[in-house]
């Protein structure tokens, strides 16, 4: 800066007040050369701080355009099967990986054959027997052994029988007095059906035979079934499980076999199969659950069952 003696000895104030703007200027200059300088550092530093800041925590403007909508979360949620496969096997639950086991029990797939019924097969386990017709369906069940309960899976119907009554129904009340009071012989052993059996025959007072039948233990059941299946199918009870009975006819005619095993074999049940369907609406006559198709009987049901039980196609025995 160029000081100008002659112009300060005229005008002294001129020139203090030009002097005074010229250092102004300069200060001023110098001051913001200065900031220039420190502002790129003091930016670096700020940029720095950002981004660690960004890095710890997104701002809540990001926040908030990062964060779904309710509406974009329900659609982008995957489903239970997709979760399931995306989910490794080693956090799946045991459930979500093998199914519910249903309950078995052992027992014996039975085939045989009976008066009035026809072939049957019978579903037996120790405690519990179910025996099906193809037209309906029969079971002796605990704690209940003194009743047969009968059911139409076709009608839905049931109907509950005392079992010695139900008796009544296939033989006459004079057999079924013969059965119980005469005496039981033992006649020796038997092979039949691939069945250890014991022989016994059924004396009249006068020590003449007048039934037999074979019983086995090789089918084991518990002892409430057992008497209760020989009072199902009237086989004296008390000696095992029925397996063949023979009446014999008077005046010289062939005996009657009145019920006999055809084929057996060890299998296994749901627990289910032994369960009375309860939402089966119980009926008054056996009838109804025997024959009708919807629970009402008919006439023309009844032809049904004999055509069912014996085709046309097929000569009766």
């Given amino acids: 800066m160029i000081i100008d003696r002659e112009l300060i000895a005229a005008h ?15 200060i001023i200059d110098a001051g913001i050369s ?9 930016a670096n530093n700020s940029a720095k701080s950002d981004t660690s800041a960004r890095a710890a925590k997104p701002s809540s403007a990001a926040a908030n355009n990062s964060k779904p909508s309710s509406a974009a979360a329900n659609n982008s949620k995957p489903s239970s099967a997709e979760s399931a496969a995306r989910t ?18 052992d027992g014996w797939l039975v085939l045989f054959e009976c008066i009035g019924q026809g072939k049957c097969r019978a579903k037996l386990s120790f405690y519990d027997a179910k025996m099906e017709t193809g037209v309906f369906e029969s079971f002796v069940v605990k704690p209940d052994y003194h009743l047969v309960q009968f059911t139409n899976p076709d009608n839905k119907t049931r109907y509950a029988q005392d079992i010695d009554s139900w008796a009544r129904t296939v033989r006459s009340q004079e057999f079924l007095n013969f059965i119980k009071n005469c005496k039981k012989k033992r006649i020796g052993t038997a092979k039949l ?23 086995t233990r090789q089918i084991r059941l518990s002892r409430e079934l057992e008497e209760a299946l020989c009072r199902h199918t009237t086989v004296p009870p008390g000696f095992g499980m029925p397996v063949e009975m023979r009446i014999f006819a008077r005046f010289g005619r062939p005996p009657i076999t009145t019920v006999k095993i055809l084929s057996w074999k060890k299998a296994q049940f749901p627990e289910s199969e032994f369960r009375l369907p309860k939402h089966f609406h119980k009926v ?34």
């Fill in 12 to 26: 002294p104030r001129q020139a203090i007040w030009k002097i005074g703007m010229v250092l102004a200027t300069v």
């Fill in 34 to 42: 200065l900031d220039s300088e420190a502002a790129p550092a003091s």
């Fill in 88 to 105: 490794p096997a080693s956090t799946r639950t045991r459930s979500a990986l093998s199914p519910v086991k249903t309950k078995m029990r």
């Fill in 193 to 215: 059906c691939g069945l250890n059996c014991t022989s016994y025959q059924c004396l009249d007072s006068n020590g003449s035979p007048r039934a037999e039948f074979h019983v």
């Fill in 284 to 317: 008054n006559r056996i009838e109804e659950v025997w024959l009708a198709s919807d629970g009402v009987v008919r006439d023309a049901d009844l032809q049904d069952f004999f055509e069912y039980r014996f085709p046309k196609d097929q000569p009766r025995k």
